[in-house]
């Protein structure tokens, strides 16, 4: 079956630097377009970044963009989201998402499998 799994996500101050990675299984993950939501405690998920299938475009939330970038290896099946110049706001669960022929990146609904998350702690 299809896995997603995350890991890389731990605690970190103010400023400092995390890279997540989620790797799949179980999928033709080249065919996959992929994506990055959080969600932080009583609020609802939200689009982070995402990356096409062939790593040749990318978008990001306004909250994160100059500071968070994603990337994908296609050899390793694996999807990376590289974290700078964290702050407070960013502490949340961070989940992977597998779609295909996405139209609405930013939309949860439009992907097909998820990870189970990994939580991201930034202390002021």
């Known amino acids: 079956q299809v896995q997603l799994v995350e890991s890389g996500g731990g605690l970190v101050q103010a400023g400092g630097s995390l890279r997540l990675s989620c790797a799949a299984s179980g999928l033709t993950f080249s065919r996959y377009d992929m994506g990055w939501f959080r969600q932080a405690p009583g609020k609802e998920r939200e689009f982070v970044a995402a990356i096409n299938r062939r790593a040749g475009g990318t978008d990001y939330a306004d909250s994160v963009k100059g500071r968070f970038t994603a990337s994908r290896d296609n050899a390793k099946n694996t999807v990376y989201l590289q974290m700078n110049s964290l702050k407070p706001e960013d502490t949340a669960i961070y989940y992977c998402?597998?779609?295909?022929?996405?139209?609405?990146?930013?939309?949860?609904?439009?992907?097909?499998?998820w990870g189970q998350g990994t939580q991201v702690t930034v202390s002021s």
């Open positions: 998402a597998a779609g295909r022929g996405l139209t609405a990146w930013m939309t949860s609904r439009e992907y097909d499998y």
